[in-house]
């Protein structure tokens, strides 16, 4: 038996005007539905802890492999003679030209004593022109 079912049972008992024990019977319904709303909020709190606890499981999972996939395809990026030039994983560890306008590869051409290098996704860019070859420009490139 709760204390509000004592409440109600000894209210029955004292001798008191009907107004004021209907007054009192409204604020006993009133706390118990309090009460029955305080237990359903607490039961919905508790889920939502456990929905945050795993989700910011997932999140720090997520973090850690992202890191771990940065580290794995980090390259050293270098801009020379308005080529840019990268040097990672994806490049065997060789230094290789890249478009500085949209980052994909580059690709050079040796024509008629010069070396030129464009763009190879079609992007636009039209990079340089030099009568040194390919090996000999990435061999000016300068170190970090």
């Not at 000894?10 to 001798?15: M, Q, V």
């Not at 309090?34 to 909020?41: G, H, K, P, T």
Request: charged fraction near 25%; aromatic fraction near 6%; include cysteine.
């Amino acid at each position: 038996m709760s204390l509000i079912d004592v409440a109600r049972d000894t209210l029955k008992e004292i001798p008191m005007a009907d107004i004021l024990r209907e007054r009192l019977s409204l604020a006993l319904d009133q706390s118990a539905a309090f009460e029955r709303q305080i237990a359903v909020l607490q039961k919905e709190n508790g889920k939502l802890q456990a929905q945050l606890e795993v989700v910011t499981l997932d999140c720090n999972k997520a973090k850690q492999e992202l890191r771990r996939l940065e580290a794995e395809h980090a390259e050293e990026v270098r801009i020379f003679n308005t080529i840019e030039f990268r040097r990672g994983k994806r490049t065997n560890g060789q230094w290789l030209p890249f478009c500085p306008k949209c980052h994909m590869p580059a690709s050079d051409i040796f024509h008629r004593g010069e070396t030129n290098i464009n763009c190879s996704a079609g992007c636009g860019w039209f990079g340089y022109q030099s009568e040194l070859s390919l090996a000999a420009i990435i061999g000016h490139i300068p170190a970090a």
